[in-house]
């Protein structure tokens, strides 16, 4: 299989868009796995100070996310909010990234233009005009920074729960079904933070329960 193209942005993709528009790319991490919450990060890059080497995250080691993450603290303005479990299993998991959307773009310092968030939802009732980008992340700066900041904030909060739940092994797949997961899973159940709206889940629900989440 070809290695993925890494494009590398710049903040000039949003300058031929409108020059002069402040733009917040909004981007999430966390719609697939089992456990864990989904996180949402807007970004208002500084057009004077745009971090060098942004792509999308996933393209990306962690040494170089965390040294990307650190510079974009520094230099934009962040807004950051998570759907825990029991949001996602209350709402939906789309449900749920709306919403945290939403939280994402108010808590931001500041008031941008336009907001641009990757995949093809945007989020009802926002106050400012809003565009959603297919592989967005691949093809606007902000968008790439988001996700970056995303990443690394879930990927943490992960680490930080695998030290209270290590049968899982979360500090590894991050709350993903891998094998190791879902042995853990078959030998100890879920945990707090497992989604039990989600299909290999939900066989620990009672019927009512199974009745009360959403799928």
């Known amino acids: 299989m070809a290695p993925k193209l890494r494009i590398v942005l710049d903040g000039s993709q949003e300058r031929d868009r409108d020059p002069r528009a402040c733009f917040a790319g909004i981007d999430e991490v966390g719609r697939g796995p089992l456990a864990g919450p989904v996180t949402v990060a ?6 004077q100070n745009i971090p060098q080497g942004l792509c999308d995250s996933k393209l990306l080691t962690q040494m170089r996310r965390e040294e990307l993450f650190a510079q974009i603290m520094a230099t934009a303005e962040v807004g950051i909010a998570c759907a825990g479990p029991e949001e996602i299993d209350r709402l939906n998991i789309r449900g749920a990234t709306l919403a945290a959307m939403r939280r994402a773009l108010a808590a931001l310092p500041c008031i941008p233009d336009h907001a641009l968030i990757d995949g093809r939802d945007v989020p009802p009732g926002l106050s400012i005009r809003a565009d959603a980008v ?8 902000c968008i790439a920074a988001a996700s970056i900041v995303a990443k690394v904030i879930r990927d943490r909060a992960m680490r930080f ?7 899982y092994c979360f500090e590894d797949n991050v709350g993903y079904p891998t094998p190791a997961h879902l042995k853990a899973l078959d030998r100890y159940g ?5 989604r039990m709206s989600f299909a290999p889940l939900r066989s620990w629900l009672t019927k009512d329960e199974r009745g009360a989440v959403l799928v």
């Open 42 to 47: 807007a970004v208002v890059l500084d057009k």
């Open 134 to 141: 297919v592989k967005g992340d691949s093809a606007y700066a």
């Open 161 to 167: 729960a695998a030290l209270h739940y290590p049968e």
């Open 190 to 194: 879920p945990c707090p933070i497992h």
